[in-house]
């Protein structure tokens, strides 16, 4: 009886890693977690991509809303999940800054959980108010040294992305800006579109309306390429911030002890996914960029990540508990 029940238990568990072996995964529906709400840049572009997943792989992928802590809630609980790719964490840049930005967390995010795709980005648009007379970078960066700590750059709050590019920038191009926090993008695009911050790195799609209407102009997108939302504006980079690059990405991962058979398979459906003309029009609608990649290169981006946003976190001296 014992001898029995050993053998099914063995034939049990053998039985996904066999799926697994001959390509049949997944088996069952497969979560998506984010760590944002309904409607912000994340979930639109999880929402769409998981639809497409579900429709190429014949199984659902529910997505699941659990924000807070920008993004660690979420984080946290798909590092706990059962690590055979049912239970997937869409990450993205803010991950990367709370590796430094929180003293604290119960979870290593390079070590516990495992990259399979980048998916998307969005750039932001470095902006300006029309009072102020910088009509391009190297403008902007000589005006900001003949008056230090009297341009004023909001954000949507501290330790964001927008803010973070602000003090890259600050670092690179050995200027002092003075950082305002608000409680979101739309915010403090309000106040700069009223003239009381000068200078934003503000999220494509929310800026570019106001600067078709003549209330902002645009300089340079954060970008390593030009936005597709915006295509005559140049980097930052090309417009003399030579490696200037910051952009909100968004990639997917899985818990660290996920079978490399189930990462290369979500890997490919998901490179596929974003390769598709439907998802990247949905999505370019959106000012939402599509990227694709290697498992390898996905891991290269969150280690440049990491290091390149510990070091603007030390030089910022933000910290959160």
Not at 81 to 102: K, Q, V
Not at 126 to 154: Q, W
Not at 223 to 249: N, Y
Not at 253 to 274: H, K
């Amino acid at each position: 009886m014992k001898r029995s029940m050993l053998v099914l238990a063995a034939c049990l568990f053998a039985a996904p890693l066999a799926a697994i072996a001959q390509g049949s995964y997944p088996l069952k529906p497969v979560r998506v977690i984010l760590g944002f709400p309904p409607g912000a840049a994340a979930d639109i572009v999880t929402r769409v991509v998981a639809a497409k997943l579900g429709e190429d792989l014949k199984q659902s992928f529910v997505v699941e809303n659990r924000p807070g802590a920008s993004s660690n809630i979420a984080a946290e609980f798909v590092v706990r999940s059962a690590p055979d790719g049912y239970t997937l964490l869409m990450g993205t840049i803010a991950n990367t800054i709370n590796a430094s930005l929180y003293k604290k967390l119960p979870f290593d995010f390079a070590r516990d959980l495992a990259p399979i795709a980048t998916i998307a980005s969005v750039p932001n648009l470095l902006v300006v108010h029309p009072s102020l007379p910088a009509r391009s970078v190297k403008e902007l960066i000589a005006i900001a040294k003949a008056h230090p700590g009297e341009i004023l750059f909001g954000s949507s709050g501290n330790g964001t992305s927008p803010h973070l590019s602000g003090v890259l920038f600050n670092s690179m191009a050995q200027v002092k800006m003075v950082h305002v926090p608000y409680k979101g993008s739309p915010q403090a695009v309000t106040d700069l579109v009223a003239g009381r911050v000068q200078v934003m790195f503000a999220p494509a799609s929310t800026a570019l309306p106001f600067v078709k209407d003549g209330k902002l102009r645009a300089l340079a997108a954060s970008s390593a390429r030009r936005a597709a939302i915006a295509p005559d504006v140049p980097t930052v980079s090309e417009a003399g911030l030579t490696g200037f690059e910051t952009s909100i990405w968004f990639a997917l991962f899985a818990p660290e002890a996920t079978p490399r058979e189930v990462i290369e398979r979500l890997n490919a459906a998901s490179v596929q996914a974003v390769n598709d003309s439907e998802v990247k029009r949905k999505l370019a609608a959106q000012g939402i960029d599509t990227l694709g990649g290697t498992v390898a290169q996905t891991a290269a981006l969150v280690r440049s990540e990491l290091a390149k946003w510990a070091k603007v976190v030390r030089e910022s001296g933000a910290t959160l508990d």
